[in-house]
């Protein structure tokens, strides 16, 4: 299934109309069973970073084609995807029912909590998603630009710490181990 997907998503991201400069990049499943990559200026696969749920290119920002337009691509060619892109240069592709977002949504519903008493935090471009929701967002301050994007919406607190004194920042912002309070709710 992973390479039946993967390959999906290889054609439709190299072939032309995508937007790079040149659009004459290829890959080809050979009899084999290994991807053979010609030049594609401006996405790479990188195969380390690829998962059996997420395949993870490389995007040469100057060169490569914008996220609009990768998505632009996708849904006209009908392949139900998601596209996020995470510290500018990976370009993560998941099948749409794959996302930090719905995982959260899931145990919410299996475990019976009410998002409002679940605390996530994030820093890059694929938390986005999962920040979103009906949860406690905390964007740590050493965020990527990608997250910019979600400032202002409700339930999502930019810390001003970084890493994990953000994330304390923001569980004493929600007041998370009391009684759990939303200030910009409580303050209209």
């Known amino acids: 299934m992973r390479r039946i997907f993967a390959y999906l998503v290889f054609l439709l991201l190299v072939s032309p109309g995508l937007g790079a400069e040149d659009s004459s990049g290829l890959l080809v499943l050979d009899s084999s069973g290994i991807y053979q990559e010609k030049a594609m200026p401006g996405i790479k696969l990188d195969e380390e970073s690829s998962t059996q749920f997420r395949l993870r290119f ?23 995807v998601m596209a996020t892109l995470d510290h500018e240069t990976d370009l993560d592709i998941t099948p749409i029912r794959a996302s930090p977002g719905l995982a959260i949504r899931f145990l919410s519903f299996k475990w019976n909590l009410a998002p409002g008493r679940i605390l ?18 905390v964007v740590v301050a050493n965020h990527t630009p990608e997250l910019e994007e979600i400032r202002g919406r409700p339930r999502v607190y930019f810390a001003e710490g970084r890493h994990g004194w953000g994330v304390l920042e923001g569980i004493r912002h929600y007041d998370f181990l009391n009684r759990i309070r939303i200030p910009e709710e409580d303050n209209p």
Do not use: F, Y
């Not at 490569?64 to 009908?78: E, F, T, V, W």
């Open 120 to 137: 996530v935090a994030g820093d890059s471009g694929n938390d986005a998603d999962m920040l979103s929701g009906e949860t406690l967002g």
């Open 58 to 80: 490389k995007r040469d920002v100057p060169q490569g084609p914008s996220l609009a337009a990768i998505r632009r691509k996708l849904r006209r060619d009908g392949l139900r």
